[in-house]
């Protein structure tokens, strides 16, 4: 139980920093693409605005790599934005190996608890013999509290997995999407367009 027990505390913990850190508004702001045109088209970007891109979200960050490196062409911008979002998209799925991992160990850690539970059940039945039912009964059901305890750990621990890795997916996309119409604005390829969807 004692393993299972840690699997249960890390689980937790895992999924409360991720539903914190995983948030939208956080990561992919929706406003900031158009504040990042502003800045642009007003000829108000520079080392401090960059810098101020950088440190407010991930997003920011490669729209950051992209300005700075919009001067070297098109596809280079591009290359660095690539380059920036693996990295950010590898930092949102922090912890999530580990939360899949108890996912897959804790049930397995509860049927170890049965079977060697149901061992010193049939050490018992040596030692007294079968005929005391209450002593059965006790060491079984203390067997199985373990594999009860592994599933009640491992399902929203598995949940929770699957939960945050389409949570990523998604944000990706919302990145990717954003990134592309900055490399398409400052590269004259379209012109920005505000929320109601008409041109500026």
Request: one cysteine or more; glycine letters at 8%.
């Amino acid at each position: 139980m004692y393993p299972i027990l840690l699997c249960s505390i890390l689980a937790l913990a895992i999924i409360a920093e991720r539903l914190w850190a995983l948030r939208v508004n956080k990561i992919s702001p929706r406003n900031l693409i158009a504040q990042v045109w502003g800045w642009v088209k007003n000829s108000q970007m520079d080392g401090r605005k960059v810098k101020e891109l950088k440190d407010s979200s991930p997003l920011g960050r490669v729209l950051a790599t992209g300005l700075i490196n919009a001067k070297h062409g098109r596809d280079i911008m591009k290359e660095a934005i690539v380059d920036t979002a693996t990295h950010e998209i590898h930092e949102l799925g922090r912890f999530l190996n580990l939360l899949g991992s108890i996912a897959a160990v804790a049930p397995l850690l509860g049927l170890l608890g049965t079977v060697i539970g149901m061992i010193k059940v049939f050490n018992a039945i040596v030692l007294e013999g079968a005929g005391n039912a209450a002593i059965l009964a006790g060491g079984i059901s203390e067997a199985l509290y373990t594999t009860a305890a592994g599933l009640v750990v491992a399902i929203p621990a598995l949940f929770f997995h699957r939960f945050f890795t389409r949570r990523i997916d998604e944000i990706a996309v919302l990145m990717e999407q954003d990134a592309i119409k900055l490399v398409d604005v400052i590269h004259g390829d379209r012109e920005e367009e505000n929320s109601e969807g008409a041109k500026r």
